[in-house]
C-alpha cells in the first residue's frame, strides 16, 4: 500500500513541477501593452498573432480587430494558422475565468 501511495505521490509532484514550467514560459500582457502592440503592428513596428480562444459566434459577435479565431478546443487541428515563425510572439485572449 505505501508503494502505491508512494508512487501515486510522486506521479502527482512530476505533474505539478512540470505544469511549474511550463507557466514560467508565458508572461501576462496588460492591457496597456496589447494596445501599443497593437498600434506599433499597424504601424509595421511590430509582429505578432493575436488569437481569440472563444467560439465562433462570440468571435464574430465581439473580437479585437485584426485577431484570428481558434476555439481552444480546437487549437491542435488549426496550429498551421499561426505560421511558420517559431520565435513569433504569440498572444492569446478570452472572455476571462468563467
Known amino acids: 500500500m505505501r508503494t502505491i501511495a508512494g508512487m501515486i505521490l510522486s506521479s502527482l509532484l512530476v505533474l ?43 468571435f464574430k459577435d465581439s473580437s479585437i480587430p485584426g485577431s484570428i479565431n481558434v476555439p481552444w478546443c480546437k487549437v491542435e487541428e488549426t496550429a498551421s494558422r499561426l505560421g511558420e515563425n517559431k520565435n513569433r510572439l504569440i498572444i492569446s485572449y478570452c472572455m476571462g475565468y468563467r
Not at 500582457?29 to 493575436?50: I, N, S, Y
Open 16 to 58: 505539478l513541477s512540470t505544469q511549474v514550467l511550463a507557466l514560467e514560459r508565458f508572461e501576462i500582457v496588460t492591457t496597456l501593452e496589447l494596445k501599443q502592440l497593437l498600434e506599433d503592428r499597424a504601424a509595421g513596428k511590430a509582429d505578432f498573432v493575436l488569437i481569440n480562444t472563444l467560439d465562433e459566434l462570440i
